[in-house]
């Protein structure tokens, strides 16, 4: 939810993303739906919107930014594996976990930018939660927390 207006997806057997006002009474179908789209569209993980932009990725591992307002694909880039975890933003980057136990990180911007990857022992299927600094991941050997490394001057 963002500024009046909510993102959804439908989930399973033909998953759309809407873009749906808030403000409606009754039967808002023809009149508060602003967009949807289909293509790339996740059946579980939810989308992230942030500055103006909506980040998700499919469960086949195809990662998408919209323009919130109009529905307009900016970017999309495969990354690889099944998704069933959220994306999340931390730090300034958004992490994508896989069910192989791979994250990618992104930064949120106009282009998918170069990506890093790192691998955990172990299957994720639970979004991460950010607490603070650190970045919890839990796989299915594991709950790992992850910081950044402070720099002294």
């Known amino acids: 939810y963002a500024d009046g ?12 993303m809407a873009a ?3 403000d409606g009474l009754g039967n808002v179908t023809d009149s508060h739906v602003l ?24 469960d086949k591992g195809i990662a998408t930014a919209v323009e919130a307002g109009t529905g307009k694909q900016i970017w ?7 998704f069933s975890a959220s994306p999340i933003l931390a730090g300034g980057h958004i992490y994508f976990c896989n069910e192989q ?5 992104i930064k949120p911007g ?18 991460p939660a950010a607490v603070g600094k650190s970045l919890y991941i839990r796989t299915d050997k594991a709950l790992y927390c992850l910081e950044e490394a402070s720099i002294s001057e």
């Open 5 to 16: 207006v909510i993102y959804m997806c439908t989930g399973y057997f033909g998953p759309e």
């Open 20 to 22: 749906i006002k808030v």
């Open 35 to 58: 967009w949807h789209i289909k293509k790339g569209v996740p059946e579980n993980p939810s989308p992230l919107i942030h500055e103006g932009r909506i980040f998700f990725v499919s």
């Open 76 to 82: 999309s880039r495969r990354l690889g594996g099944n």
């Open 101 to 105: 136990g791979e994250t990618y990180l």
């Open 110 to 127: 106009p282009t998918a930018g170069p990506v890093r990857k790192q691998t955990l022992d172990g299957h994720i299927l639970a979004s």
